[in-house]
């Protein structure tokens, strides 16, 4: 049996709601209901039948008579009006779609991209059931645990340099766990950033090419934030912010945090400082000078010591007879 998730908004009118949430978050202490129906231009009925809606997804709004409506305290989700509030981006995240539940963002993203999606919107999943990681793996998403988004993309550059998308979602997501938890992380070669060793977020960059430009990207970043070790059973190699701070990590502000560094280094990229790029990540790099065993996805092994990255972003390896060899995809572990 086939299970279709309604997605987008659990709400009946979000535009409406997502500025009522505005008012209360940039209020300073109480808003009186007359001053937002008439911003709004709507009945003070129409604002308190959605200021009810909005308690039921878990806001709680304290309403008083003759003072009106004072926000308490805000749901543990991310919602586009709560991240929008105060987001400091040019490009990433301007538009937001919010899924309570889906099988995938970064299919969502897919979807919308096919349709014409502008550069820059960001897809968000409270929980997906078929979250995809890497070569056919599962992407464990729980429900309000993690953070699970994917970002269109539509950049003009060779398709070979693909992998620089790879690399500035990489040091965004590390740079802002770092910021929001005071954990230091580290990245891996390709796609991983890593906490004491363990994964902490994974990135899944998906591409739609014509003839030899990028039609659009989708770039999926998953971040295990406040997953439990009972969330993570059987996954040996993998870890949470949660877990290692020993204390809950703001789902809102790490999101917050990582789109805007996001959209400062996918400026960088844009602008052709590839090797910028490459510094950047070199400072956070866990790779760098380990000896690792590179396996391609046809299943060939090299071993040696990583020396650093090409202009295309690939990982060059020294191997034991003197020779480099360039990797390309597939994964590595450090030995
Ligand atoms: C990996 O490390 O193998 C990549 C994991 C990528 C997971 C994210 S979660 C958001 C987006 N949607 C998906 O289905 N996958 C990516």
Not at 64 to 76: C, F, N, S, T
Not at 226 to 242: C, P, R, V, W
Not at 292 to 300: D, K, Q, T, Y
């Amino acid at each position: 049996m086939q299970t279709h998730y309604r997605v987008h908004t659990e709400r009946a009118d979000q535009p409406a709601e997502d500025k009522i949430i505005h008012h209360l978050i940039n209020a300073q202490g109480y808003v009186s209901g007359e001053e937002i129906a008439q911003e709004l231009r709507m009945s003070r009925t129409a604002i308190w039948n959605h200021v009810n809606n909005l308690k039921k997804i878990g806001f709680r709004i304290e309403s008083r008579p003759h003072l009106g409506y004072q926000l308490v305290a805000i749901p543990d989700r991310l919602l586009p009006a709560l991240i929008l509030n105060s987001l400091k981006t040019k490009l990433i995240g301007r538009k937001i779609f919010h899924y309570p539940r889906t099988t995938s963002s970064n299919d969502e993203a897919e979807k919308l991209a096919r349709m014409g999606e502008h550069e820059g919107a960001v897809i968000i999943a409270e929980e997906q059931t078929s979250g995809k990681g890497r070569v056919g793996r599962v992407w464990h998403s729980p429900k309000g645990k993690g953070i699970y988004l994917s970002v269109i993309l539509r950049p003009q550059m060779p398709p070979a340099r693909i992998s620089f998308l790879t690399l500035c979602s990489a040091i965004s997501a590390a740079g802002a766990i770092h910021r929001c938890s005071g954990l230091r992380a580290f990245v891996k070669w390709p796609n991983d950033v890593l906490l004491s060793g363990k994964k902490a977020c994974g990135i899944l960059t998906e591409l739609a090419t014509e003839a030899d430009r990028i039609n659009y990207a989708i770039v999926g970043v998953g971040i295990n934030v406040n997953q439990e070790i009972s969330d993570l059973a059987g996954l040996t190699m993998a870890t949470s912010l949660k877990i290692e701070k020993r204390g809950e990590v703001s789902r809102l502000e790490l999101t917050k945090s990582f789109l805007e560094s996001l959209d400062s280094n996918y400026a960088l990229l844009l602008h052709e400082h590839y090797g910028e790029i490459i510094d950047r990540w070199l400072q956070v790099s866990e790779t760098i000078g380990k000896r690792i065993l590179a396996e391609s996805l046809s299943g060939e092994k090299w071993e040696g010591v990583a020396t650093g990255l090409d202009e295309d972003g690939c990982l060059l390896l020294r191997l034991d007879n003197g020779m480099t060899k360039r990797i390309t995809g597939g994964d590595v572990s450090i030995l």
